[in-house]
């Protein structure tokens, strides 16, 4: 039987607790960047009482949840498209925007291009630049929206990653106003996927969003509320764009428990304050240690990651799989366009397991062949 082959992703604990023959939750996972302090103790309670629940269809409408939301964020429901993940908002984009050809801006996360593919459409590239801490190249990427389309331009869409996966680099606010307004001048679709962008909210443009016609933001209930297995993300936009991306949903798609851990999550501020001070510390000291393994060259971050260059002589993928034999997974980033064959991606998370992946990484790193 043909294997099927599926884009490499972070976060497949199942595959490498096979490979191991141990449980999946014995694996230490710096591959997928979710919040270390785990769901809000509200989500549990939810869940709990929403049992009766299973027994019936989803409200295919989301209308409680997209209520909340747009609460929260002072907008309209009607301004809002709740998602199986932001991913499954990834895949219908091109469809719904009738995007052919999509501009990405490398290094950056590999579904962009993946649902692109899937679609039958193309993608572009622009590099940004491994000098400049692969900085988002908004004067470039602004020359290039500039272009009319009878002066060679030959993308419709634009997709910015903000805070980037894996660089963790982030634009101004005034630097996607700057783009929005030249992707509006020039009919260009700007998505922004601010699925990190609970980190870093001074860089977040979502409320704006509504009021620009030519704009999606995107955001996801995966990584700052901890819900991966669960599986929400949502769209904002304007009105007649939230109705396109409605339209190629499937009924259902998003579970009664994610509707209502999702509704849970957001309603405890508590819990994300306490995330957020958590992550800015422990960021903090991670980096520093990081920085102090000799070679390593770490990019500053704005989001709950970090991405490393390891020591000239090593390479991603050999550390990477001499992590996974210890149980600890990382990113390699090595195959990840624009990146260099020594590039990783490192969540953070506990102090604990912080210091772990530290002492396994700086004896690998010293002693590059024992195995
Ligand atoms: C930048 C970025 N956007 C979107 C996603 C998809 O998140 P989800 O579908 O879990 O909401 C990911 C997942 O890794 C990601 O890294």
Not at 53 to 80: E, G, K, V
Not at 210 to 237: C, H
Not at 249 to 272: F, K, R, T
Not at 307 to 324: K, M, N
Request: with cysteine; proline share 6%; hydrophobic share 40%.
């Amino acid at each position: 039987m043909a294997r099927v082959s599926k884009p490499l992703h972070g976060g497949n604990i199942y595959r490498v607790a096979r490979s191991l023959a141990c449980d999946p939750c014995d694996i230490v996972d710096f591959s997928a960047s979710i919040n270390p302090l785990g769901p809000s103790p509200h989500v549990w309670k939810a869940i709990a009482s929403s049992r009766h629940l299973l027994s019936h269809y989803p409200d295919p409408d989301c209308w409680i949840l997209r209520r909340a939301l747009a609460a929260f964020w002072r907008i309209d429901p009607d301004q809002i498209v709740i998602g199986n993940g932001s991913t499954e908002l990834i895949d219908a984009l091109p469809r719904a925007l009738e995007i052919h050809r999509l501009l990405v801006v490398q290094p950056t996360f590999s579904e962009y291009a993946a649902a692109m593919g899937r679609a039958g459409r193309q993608v572009t590239a622009l590099y940004a630049d491994r000098t400049s801490h692969y900085a988002i190249p908004v004067d470039r990427l602004c020359r290039a929206m500039e272009r009319g389309r009878n002066e060679g331009r030959s993308f419709d869409g634009v997709i910015l990653c903000n805070p980037n996966s894996p660089t963790g680099q982030a634009c101004m606010v005034g630097d996607l106003v700057r783009l929005a307004k030249v992707a509006h001048r020039q009919g260009v679709w700007l998505i922004i996927d601010e699925s990190f962008a609970d980190y870093c909210s001074d860089r977040s443009v979502l409320q704006r969003a509504v009021s620009w016609p030519y704009v999606v933001v995107l955001r996801s209930m995966t990584k700052f509320y901890a819900l991966p297995g669960l599986r929400v993300g949502y769209a904002v936009s304007a009105y007649p764009t939230a109705g396109r991306l409605q339209r190629q949903l499937p009924p259902w798609s998003v579970s009664v428990m994610g509707q209502v851990a999702a509704l849970a999550a957001i309603n405890d501020e508590a819990h994300a304050r306490k995330s957020l001070v958590f992550m800015k510390q422990e960021r903090e000291r991670f980096q520093a240690r990081l920085t102090a393994l000799a070679g390593c060259r770490v990019i500053p971050t704005h989001a709950n990651y970090c991405f490393v260059e390891l020591p000239r002589g090593q390479s991603a993928r050999d550390i990477t799989e001499r992590l996974r034999t210890r149980g600890v997974l990382i990113r390699d980033c090595s195959s990840v366009p624009g990146a260099t064959s020594r590039s990783v991606r490192l969540a953070v998370r506990t102090r604990m397991e912080n210091d772990r992946l530290l002492r396994e990484l700086s004896q690998l790193l010293l002693n590059k062949d024992s195995r």
